[in-house]
């Protein structure tokens, strides 16, 4: 008959947990997703490898609902089956556990990100993991598992969501960290372990991702006296064979370095993804002999009671360095600050921009804006165009970066060597969509909107990643973000917009604008924000150009009498269009920090004109 898990806890040998669920699985040739779904559809097979885990050395199996929430389980339109497949995962397990083996709920991440990254707000992630862990608590499991967690953020919604369900069932909360040794070797991961055990656990650990190697530097580097540890490394780094995740390590190289986890104070051992129960059986031969050294803990089965909170934003950051803003940044409200958008042509050759951008150095503009593929037409990627810029032309660049085209990896990468470069302004925007450009079948990719880049700037201007890990070093990057107050619902703009500056947006670049009625009311609305504004401004060349710009290119919508203006002009409505503008940008200029002028295809004298007039 098995102890309470608690007591386990204290006794002075290290407990033994199974391994991969999700790779048996595959060995098995069940490859149906959602894995969970085998306990309706194939429990036995599933029986099967708990038992096979067992038989290996196993103390603690982790029923197989690692992803049984309800978010998850909608992907598969499966959530009105949340209830049935968590209870069967319980069920299947203690069947095998019998009374001497302790059963584990599993609870994964949602699969979503939280605000401002993505849709889902922290309390909706408390809500789906709630429902999930009550389901598990009442079907009798013996603790909780929060396994492979990569967001902090996330995790701290678990642990509150597992809390309220229950104060005293022993918690296992695991944090995945990348597979970065630069990131192991600072002092990131014990402030992890600090950040959680605060929350009330009673095991802090790491799982997943990385390899048997890597997990016992994590290891070292979250070792306190005051916490219980867990580790469940990966059976190495996997490669892709026929799509399925082939692991390489072997079960004596992991067993090695589990004796090696033990020994450096993991008191509850296991593997993770590429495991099986061969590498189970070599962890538990190495330490079933192994004394755990560590002082006696004191484990507290109710915490004092906290407080509610909305998110959890880590506290593991450093603060960016001022001296290394942009000139651009340093000049805002010190100045009336200047820039105009430069025309990118297609292919290699960018000596016009290059000449264009010398032109507007030499005419004192302060900073040229690059864009990133504007209207999903297929340009140079925009930081090497702007790191050109800077270094031959000697001017500033507003960089814009689009979620479009690039995921979340690709999209920090690009952040990252966009600084490693100099270029120090970045106007985060959406994108365009691809079906209106050069390649109406490419892929949108979009893993975050406008409102997640600019989150993940702020990160990274507090030395962090989108989900809270440590970059090192942080950048300062001035977070620029665009508003289009022509909108027909202003309303939701202003929303979106407020999201943005919640997010971290440190100025807001508007589209073209053409009359003060707009602008006013646009000030107006967002003085709450105190963001500074640099105003977009178009000058026309045509009353043919202003039909099709109003008409055809999203965002941009030109007044009806600035139309009729322009085609009463015949041939001089270039002359009238740079009138209206600089008339306007004269009247503006008390309300806003900056202007941000288009001028037709590089006819970049035109913005000097302009400038010249006011």
Not at 3 to 17: A, G, M, S, T, V
Not at 133 to 160: C, H, K, P, Q, R
Request: charged share 25%.
């Amino acid at each position: 008959m098995k102890k309470p898990f608690l007591e386990r806890l204290l006794e002075d040998r290290p407990i033994i947990c199974d391994g991969a669920m999700g790779t048996m699985l595959d060995l098995y040739e069940y490859p149906e997703q959602p894995r969970c779904i085998h306990n309706l559809l194939n429990p036995d097979i599933v029986a099967r490898i708990h038992r096979e885990y067992i038989e290996a050395g196993a103390e603690i199996i982790e029923t197989n609902t690692f992803d049984a929430n309800r978010f998850r389980l909608e992907f598969y339109h499966l959530q009105d089956k949340i209830e049935e497949i968590n209870k069967a995962g319980v069920e299947i397990a203690k069947s095998v556990a019998g009374d001497d083996v302790y059963v584990a709920g599993s609870i994964g991440p949602t699969g979503k990100l939280l605000e401002p990254l993505g849709k889902v707000k922290f309390q909706q992630i408390k809500d789906v993991i709630k429902e999930q862990a009550e389901i598990l608590i009442s079907a009798g499991v013996d603790l909780i598992i929060l396994e492979t967690f990569v967001s902090l953020n996330e995790l701290d919604a678990a642990i509150e969501a597992v809390k309220e369900i229950s104060d005293e069932i022993p918690l296992i909360a695991q944090k995945t960290f990348p597979e970065d040794g630069a990131i192991l070797a600072t002092d990131f991961p014990i402030e992890v372990v600090k950040h959680i055990k605060e929350k009330g656990v009673t095991v802090v650990g790491s799982n997943c991702t990385v390899g048997p190697q890597r997990m016992f530097s994590i290891i070292k580097s979250m070792y306190r006296d005051d916490i219980i540890l867990s580790a469940q490394p990966a059976a190495g780094i996997p490669t892709l064979v026929d799509g399925r995740s082939v692991y390489h390590a072997s079960p004596e190289y992991l067993a090695t370095y589990a004796k090696q986890l033990v020994e450096a104070g993991v008191k509850i051992i296991g593997a993770c993804c590429g495991s099986t129960p061969s590498h189970i059986r070599a962890i538990a031969n190495v330490v079933k002999d192994l004394k755990f050294k560590r002082p006696e803990i004191n484990i507290k089965l109710k915490e004092q009671k906290r407080e509610e909170t909305k998110s959890t934003e880590s506290k593991i950051e450093v603060i960016a360095p001022e001296d290394k803003k942009s000139n651009f940044a340093k000049n805002i409200g010190k100045k009336f600050l200047t820039t105009v958008e430069l025309d990118i042509p297609r292919g290699l050759d960018m000596s016009s921009v290059i000449e264009g951008a010398r032109y507007l150095k030499e005419n004192g503009i302060d900073a040229v804006n690059i864009t990133d593929g504007a209207r999903a037409r297929f340009r140079m990627d925009p930081v090497a165009i702007s790191n050109l810029v800077q270094t031959k032309a000697k001017i500033e660049t507003i960089t814009h970066i689009a979620c479009r085209d690039r995921n979340l990896i690709g999209l920090q990468g690009l952040l990252l060597g966009a600084w490693a470069l100099g270029i120090k302004n970045i106007l985060a925007i959406t994108g365009d969509p691809t079906k209106i450009g050069d390649f109406p079948q490419a892929t949108t990719v979009s893993d975050v909107d406008s409102i997640g880049l600019i989150k993940i700037l702020k990160n990274m201007n507090h030395g962090l990643d989108a989900v809270g890990n440590t970059i090192g070093e942080p950048t300062n990057f001035l977070i620029a973000c665009a508003a289009n107050p022509t909108v027909q619902n202003l309303d939701y703009e202003i929303s979106r917009l407020e999201k943005k500056v919640e997010a971290g947006a440190q100025i807001v670049f508007t589209q073209p604008l053409y009359e003060m009625k707009t602008l006013e009311l646009f000030v107006k609305k967002i003085e709450h924000l105190k963001i500074p504004i640099m105003l977009g401004i178009l000058p026309l060349r045509s009353y043919k150009h202003a039909e099709f710009l109003h008409n055809e290119v999203p965002g941009i919508n030109i007044p009806d009498w600035v139309r009729e203006k322009l085609f009463l002009a015949h041939d001089d409505a270039g002359k009238v269009g740079i009138e209206i503008s600089a008339q306007f940008l004269k009247e503006a200029k008390p309300l806003i920090q900056g202007v941000y002028l288009l001028p037709p295809f590089k006819k970049y004298h035109i913005a000097v004109e302009i400038l010249q007039k006011i």
